[in-house]
């Protein structure tokens, strides 16, 4: 196969928002990879209100974007069928060679309509274990029609593979990292924080939702700021967009009395200029395929404290796993993070090795061949 094996098709990109998370991320590079290097002619559709991160993206890299319908009724599987027949006509009137969604309801809704769309094939890509996936009612119906599949760790592989996908139909594909340049220096990110050089600077990249587990970080942080040793200071920073539990978030904050220690940064930007700032990283997520944030992280040279789960595991692939703690286990979490934070060496050579590894096995590039050929595989 060549590179003009795509050239010309048109590829609809099936998002479930214009907020940007790593799905997002995963996908506008992909479609810009695509658009590119394989001459397709790229699109991405989302849902919702038309505002967002991923829309000034799309426009800066010459991605149409179109704001499908509204989101859909995900708990009533009565409504959500008749809502997959509508958006199967307004796919078919834009005549798709190939539909690729991202996360679990647009999965969902793109294997009930998409041969209603006319496409050639139509690609479901699993970004996490599948516990949004749960009770689903229209879950087998969606997977059964369902020709292709991507998975982006080897637990989303498993969980697809339980829920009767074929091994052949089937490929892991990891994320492809690349970070931007830096918008803001470190000395602009050190004002906005208001911190000063000498304070170490603590950052988790995730959005505020229920999986990424907030709550037990916290409760390190608390452990962290109690036993720092006299000199040493360090904040932390929380970046990513608010997803119904910043509220309790906050409380828990001022309950913990570390309100000064803790920054809410909301969805950021400039999240190379804040990598580049940062000390170490910290990721305390509960449940995730391969999470883009912690490779995000590592391809800016930081160690990183995080949950012992396989996606984790997969990303940091190697076999000191001596940073990772049980889920939950916020005094585990407090002592590793308390280590880091007093040994700069160490610090260094864990990031030195992570950054080595996106170098070795992340690279856009790579994402977007392997796909590019999955997708050729699946057309044929």
Known sequence: MTDDSLRGLRIIFVLPGFQLGGAERQALLLAIGLRQEWFAD???????????????LCEINHIPWRNAMESPPVNHWKR????????????????????????????????LSWKLSGARLYVWNQRDEGLGMTGRA???????????????????????????????????IHNGVSLPLAQYNRQSWKNRLEIDEATLLVVMVANLQKFKDHSTLLHAWQNVCQQLPIGHKAVLALAGGFHGTEAL????????????????????????????????????????????????????????????????REAIGKDDFSMLVPKGDYQKMASNLLLLLQDASLRQKIGNQN????KNEFQPDMMVNK???????GLQ
Not at 371 to 377: R, S, T, V
């Open 355 to 358: 950054r080595q590894r996106i």
């Open 371 to 377: 796909m590019a050929h999955w997708i050729i595989q």
């Open 249 to 312: 978030l906050k409380t828990l904050v001022n309950e913990l009395n570390i309100g000064s220690k803790v920054r809410f940064l909301g969805a950021v930007d400039d999240i190379t200029g804040l990598l580049e700032t940062a000390d170490l990283a910290v990721y305390s997520s509960i449940s995730e395929g391969l999470p883009n944030a912690v490779l995000e992280c590592m391809a800016a040279g930081l160690a990183i404290v995080a949950t012992d789960i396989p996606g984790v």
């Open 42 to 56: 790229t699109k991405v559709w989302s849902f919702g209100k038309p505002d967002g991160r991923v829309i000034e």
């Open 138 to 172: 229209i879950e087998p119906w969606s997977i059964r029609l369902t020709p292709w599949f991507t998975a982006n760790s080897e637990t989303g592989s498993t969980f697809l593979q339980s829920r009767g996908v074929r091994p052949s139909k089937l490929s892991v």
């Open 80 to 111: 959500m069928l008749a809502y997959s027949l509508r958006f199967g006509v307004q796919l078919r009137k834009v005549k798709p060679s190939i539909i690729l969604s991202y996360t679990t309801w647009p999965n969902l809704l793109c294997g």
